[in-house]
């Protein structure tokens, strides 16, 4: 074992309180100011804020609905959106099929093909 860990077991090692701890320690327990809070007043302590706190905690909370809402805005956009783009790529896609079929019929009623192909 090397020096520092020798030294360290030394500092850790179980020692008995001295002679009146316990009974110095209740006496100083009991001589410290008595804040009542226990139990439910820990909790309600919370809710004892100055109003200028309960007025930075709904501000708070304000700008983070805020925000939810507004990115939820963004999402609805965004999905209408690629909803349009699909609906814009179909339609051009049945435009396009209808155009071809309408050249096939010109080209046989003229009887020679188009030098403009879709």
């Keep these: 074992m090397n020096p520092f860990e020798e030294k360290l077991r030394n500092a850790l090692r179980r020692e008995a309180a001295p002679e009146g701890f316990a009974e110095k ?3 100083r327990t009991r001589s410290l100011p008595q804040s009542g809070i226990s139990g439910w007043g820990q909790f309600s302590r919370y ?13 708070v909370c304000l700008f983070i609905v805020a925000g939810l809402v507004r990115h939820q805005r963004q999402e609805r956009l965004r999905r209408e959106g690629e909803m349009a783009r699909a609906q814009v790529t179909q339609a051009l896609r049945i435009a ?12 046989e009623i003229d009887g020679e093909p188009s030098p403009h192909r879709l």
Excluded at 47 to 59: C, I, M, N, Q
Excluded at 96 to 107: D, G, P, Q, T, W
């Design 47 to 59: 809710f004892s804020l100055s109003p200028l706190r309960w007025a930075a905690v709904a501000a």
């Design 25 to 27: 320690v209740l006496a």
């Design 96 to 107: 396009s099929a209808k155009l071809n079929v309408a050249r096939r019929k010109v080209e």
